[in-house]
């Protein structure tokens, strides 16, 4: 999808401030665009449609829910594995993303769980018992410096 031929500057700048604060009333938006109400909803809804805007979510501290440890696993997958696995992993406790990487014939895991015990449980227990699954490399985050779901609009915009 050519992003440039489906929306405008209007639907940018709304856009810009959905993600900036999703919660932001439809009036406000429609004040800060100069348009009326009725219209930038109507816009919203054509970008939930056509799935430019794929959701709304809360972003939470993982502390309070017993999820402070942030971990990058790597799965080496056999070359012919099973068709349900990438599901199969998105079902692990504490996951969070799942990528199917180039380089090594596998999956790269974003795992947030309560401590090195939790993450070995689970790299033991639901991980590498999978079928098709070769291998492990895990990566454990000390220290978080950046970390969003924001798209740089800064970059398509005209």
Same mark, same amino acid.
């Given at each position: 999808?050519? $992003?440039?031929?489906?929306?405008? @500057?209007?639907? /940018? %700048?709304? !856009?810009q401030i959905l993600q900036e604060k999703a919660r932001i009333p439809n009036a406000e938006v429609a004040r800060q665009v100069g348009m009326a109400p009725s219209a930038v909803l109507e816009r919203i809804r054509k970008l939930e449609d056509r799935k $430019? $805007?794929?959701? /709304?979510?809360?972003?939470?501290?993982?502390?309070?829910?017993?999820? *402070? !440890?942030?971990?990058?696993? +790597?799965?080496?997958? %056999?070359?012919?594995?099973?068709?349900?696995?990438?599901?199969?992993?998105?079902?692990?406790? *504490?996951? +969070?993303?799942?990528?199917?990487?180039?380089? &090594?014939? *596998?999956?790269?895991?974003?795992?947030?769980?309560?401590?090195?015990?939790? !993450?070995?449980?689970?790299?033991? &227990?639901? $991980?590498?018992?999978?079928?098709?699954?070769?291998?492990?490399?895990?990566?454990?985050?000390?220290?978080?410096?950046?970390?969003?779901?924001?798209? @740089?609009?800064?970059?398509?915009?005209?």
């Amino acid at each position: 999808m050519d $992003i440039k031929r489906t929306i405008d @500057d209007i639907d /940018y %700048q709304i !856009l810009q401030i959905l993600q900036e604060k999703a919660r932001i009333p439809n009036a406000e938006v429609a004040r800060q665009v100069g348009m009326a109400p009725s219209a930038v909803l109507e816009r919203i809804r054509k970008l939930e449609d056509r799935k $430019i $805007i794929q959701g /709304y979510e809360v972003r939470l501290n993982p502390q309070p829910f017993n999820q *402070g !440890l942030t971990a990058f696993v +790597q799965v080496t997958v %056999q070359s012919s594995r099973r068709s349900d696995l990438p599901e199969a992993l998105s079902q692990v406790t *504490g996951v +969070q993303d799942v990528h199917q990487v180039a380089g &090594d014939d *596998g999956y790269m895991l974003k795992l947030r769980v309560a401590d090195n015990a939790e !993450l070995g449980r689970v790299l033991v &227990d639901e $991980i590498c018992p999978l079928s098709g699954v070769l291998q492990t490399k895990t990566h454990i985050v000390l220290n978080t410096i950046k970390e969003t779901r924001k798209i @740089d609009l800064n970059r398509f915009s005209s």
